[in-house]
């Protein structure tokens, strides 16, 4: 685990529901999915990861950056990748991966909101694609690892390589089930909020 992970782990992101929403339909926040696709920016899996600097331009402004913050901030905290032939490739992935950092944090407050013990671990996150875990309210029994993704096929084909086990719950989401604000699908309480709920 790299320094910046462990560190990151450590820190709680607690924005509310209604901040979040009401963020997302500042115009700003509208997603607009980059019709560049570099196949092999796509290929590699090593560049470093997109919820670091996510996940710091949050902690550091106590809001959720958008696509251009969350961009600049990335090739601010590695600008060797600013340079030459993938970057504008780099740049569209990175876009594409923020409405899902969005809806896992989105989905972190309906959970809490709910009354759900939740918690987020960027290592879990990173090593077993764990978005959420989910702690039951009887002591001693494990906590439910949530795996958030977009009902598409493409991203079912990406699930079906992460980690399985006990007390994994995969949490689809469904175009005709999330509510869209700006561009970006978002998990509903009650409908998934009790889906966890029956699932603890």
Not at 45 to 68: C, T
Not at 100 to 114: F, N
Request: glycine share 6%.
């Amino acid at each position: 685990m790299s320094e910046l992970t462990r560190v990151l782990s450590g820190a709680a992101l607690e924005l509310s529901v209604e901040q979040i929403e009401g963020d997302l339909r500042l115009a700003r926040y509208q997603y607009e999915r980059p019709a560049v696709r570099d196949e092999d920016v796509e290929a590699w899996n090593k560049w470093p990861q997109f919820v670091h600097s996510f996940y710091i331009w949050a902690l550091e402004h106590g809001r959720l950056p958008s696509q251009d913050e969350h961009a600049g901030l990335y090739f601010g905290l590695y600008p060797f990748l600013g340079e030459g032939p993938y970057r504008e490739g780099l740049a569209a992935r990175i876009r594409r991966a923020w409405p899902s950092l969005v809806r896992d944090v989105h989905l972190c407050a309906l959970l809490r909101e709910a009354g759900l013990t939740v918690s987020y671990s960027l290592e879990w996150d990173v090593r077993a694609g764990i978005d959420i875990s989910v702690w039951p309210p009887v002591d001693g029994r494990p906590p439910l690892f949530i795996h958030a993704y977009v009902s598409t096929r493409r991203a079912r084909r990406f699930r079906e390589r992460k980690q399985y086990g006990l007390r994994h719950f995969d949490l689809p989401l469904k175009q005709a089930e999330a509510q869209t604000i700006n561009g970006v699908w978002l998990y509903q309480a009650p409908l998934h909020t009790d889906r966890v709920r029956a699932a603890l």
